[in-house]
Nanobody
Framework: QVQVAESGGGLVQPGGSLRLSCAAS????????MTWYRQAPGKQRELVAA???????NYAGSVKGRFTISRDNVKNTVYLQMNSLKPEDTAVYYC?????????????WGQGTQVTVSS
């Protein structure tokens, strides 16, 4: 079993920055990818950014150029640096860890961290 814990959310003014962290722990064999999603009230959950074990990155168009995803493979941690935040970035941000052990691939989710962008 793999545990996932996000941190770093909070209240920030428009134009400000936040850095989210997501740490995976437990019986880790191989992490295939680490992905950030977000869900705003009344909206579907959407992919924000993803990074593979090889370091390939993917971003939603709405955050490209403002958000940066990175990972520390030693600490099994993924980060999301969010700059130039806008009110529409307000959402609960979730981390998903895609884990592989032998031929078995599972997704593990964190409980989410609230990000509120408001003046």
């Amino acid at each position: 079993q793999v545990q996932v814990a996000e941190s770093g959310g909070g209240l920030v003014q428009p134009g400000g920055s936040l850095r989210l962290s997501c740490a995976a722990s437990g019986n880790i064999f191989s992490i295939v990818s680490m992905t950030w999603y977000r869900q705003a009230p009344g909206k579907q959950r959407e992919l924000v950014a993803a990074i593979t074990s090889g370091g390939n990155k993917n971003y939603a168009g709405s955050v490209k150029g403002r958000f940066t995803i990175s990972r520390d493979n030693v600490k099994n941690t993924v980060y999301l640096q969010m700059n130039s935040l806008k009110p529409e970035d307000t959402a609960v941000y979730y981390c998903k860890i895609t884990h592989q052990r032998m031929a078995l691939i599972n997704d593990y989710w964190g409980q989410g961290t609230q990000v509120t962008v408001s003046s």
